[in-house]
């Protein structure tokens, strides 16, 4: 059983930066894909950003220019820089790992990201 672990979130003013991690218990190399999705109360889960392994990426328009997606194939570990926070990020955080060949869906278990006005 594939578990991913996160870390990172916090609470933070709006304009400030937070640096999420998920790491894997297996290799990245596993899966095909890795991203981070966000849940607000009372909305529906969204992508925020994903990057695959050949290491392309992609982005919520919301987030564009402000966050940024990282892998570290040796650390099995998926990062997420938040910067300029707004308080409309305000979230709970999921890593999503897509393994290779079965396409089963691997999440971790959310990260809570307050930003105050």
């Known amino acids: 059983q594939v578990q991913l672990v996160e870390s990172g979130g916090g609470l933070v003013q709006a304009g400030g930066s937070l640096k999420l991690s998920c790491t894997a218990s297996?290799?990245?190399?596993?899966?095909?894909?890795m991203g981070w999705y966000r849940q607000a109360p009372g909305k529906q889960r969204e992508l925020v950003a994903v990057?695959?392994?050949?290491?392309?990426?992609n982005y919520a328009d919301s987030v564009k220019d402000r966050f940024s997606i990282a892998k570290d194939n040796a650390k099995n570990t998926v990062y997420l820089q938040m910067n300029s926070l707004k308080p409309e990020d305000t979230a709970v955080y999921y890593c999503?790992?897509?393994?290779?060949?079965?396409?089963?869906?691997?999440w971790g278990q959310g990260t809570q990201v307050t930003v105050s006005s």
């Open positions: 999503k790992y897509t393994r290779r060949i079965s396409g089963i869906d691997y």
């Open positions: 297996l290799s990245i190399s596993y899966f095909n894909a």
């Open positions: 990057i695959t392994s050949g290491g392309n990426t």
